[in-house]
């Protein structure tokens, strides 16, 4: 049986990392489930709740991609994303995925990668502009862009779950975990605790 791919997207700064940091601990001895570390072209940063990503070189990257090195991959900042090939090789031997994704690529995913559970982490606009006003990473017109981005996507569908991280991240993440448990069960797939 194959596992079922769940992908985590929403804007900047509406703690998407901070929920999958939480949720790769609260699972971290369960073995039907894996949370994908993507390759970004950008340096890897060290900030709390921060995502720990494998750093790339643009030429790299180009010359994996070209190569069918990622299962998925996007383009959003002047950067280059890729959820690695072996996260689909993991799917196929039963084992959930959890990817942090981009919005713009979810028909795509959609096409290639059945069973699928999207989880969409909103929250206020206001709140948004704080948050990525107090993580400091993106210059100001950047994180304008960003805030401009989270109001031009519209996502939805019968395979969305969406979740506001508005109040609590301990409520929010909890809320976040029972939906990855939900969607293990769903697919069917023997796990151990």
Same mark, same amino acid.
């Given at each position: 049986?194959?596992?079922?791919?769940?992908?985590?997207?929403?804007?900047?700064?509406?703690?998407?990392?901070?929920? !999958?940091?939480?949720?790769?601990?609260?699972?971290?001895?369960?073995?039907?489930?894996? +949370?994908?570390?993507?390759? &970004?072209?950008?340096?890897?940063?060290?900030?709390? %709740?921060?995502?720990?990503?494998?750093? &790339?070189?643009?030429?790299?990257?180009?010359?994996?991609? @070209?190569?069918?090195?990622?299962?998925?991959?996007?383009?959003?900042? %002047?950067?280059?994303? *890729?959820?690695?090939?072996?996260?689909?090789?993991?799917?196929?031997?039963?084992?959930?995925?959890?990817?942090?994704?981009?919005? =713009? &690529?979810?028909?795509?995913?959609?096409?290639?990668?059945?069973?699928?559970?999207?989880?969409?982490? =909103?929250?206020?606009?206001?709140?948004?502009? @704080?948050?990525?006003?107090?993580?400091?990473?993106? =210059? !100001?017109?950047?994180?304008?862009?960003?805030?401009?981005?989270?109001?031009?996507? %519209?996502?939805?569908?019968?395979?969305?779950?969406? &979740?506001?991280?508005? *109040?609590?991240?301990?409520?929010?993440?909890?809320?976040?975990?029972?939906?990855?448990?939900?969607?293990?069960?769903?697919? @069917?797939?023997? +796990?151990?605790?």
């Amino acid at each position: 049986m194959r596992g079922k791919l769940i992908l985590v997207v929403g804007p900047s700064g509406v703690g998407k990392d901070s929920l !999958i940091a939480g949720a790769k601990e609260e699972f971290a001895d369960w073995s039907a489930i894996s +949370f994908a570390r993507r390759h &970004i072209t950008r340096p890897l940063e060290y900030e709390p %709740n921060a995502e720990i990503h494998e750093p &790339i070189s643009l030429s790299a990257f180009k010359a994996r991609n @070209q190569a069918g090195g990622y299962m998925l991959s996007w383009q959003a900042h %002047n950067l280059s994303y *890729g959820i690695p090939q072996k996260y689909d090789v993991a799917l196929k031997s039963g084992i959930s995925v959890v990817a942090n994704v981009s919005r =713009t &690529i979810l028909n795509v995913a959609r096409k290639r990668f059945q069973p699928l559970l999207i989880i969409h982490v =909103t929250a206020d606009p206001k709140l948004l502009e @704080q948050r990525l006003a107090k993580r400091g990473r993106e =210059t !100001i017109p950047d994180q304008e862009e960003r805030l401009r981005r989270a109001e031009s996507f %519209n996502v939805a569908g019968p395979d969305v779950r969406t &979740i506001r991280n508005d *109040g609590s991240l301990k409520e929010t993440s909890e809320e976040f975990n029972r939906c990855l448990l939900c969607a293990m069960r769903s697919s @069917q797939v023997a +796990f151990v605790q």
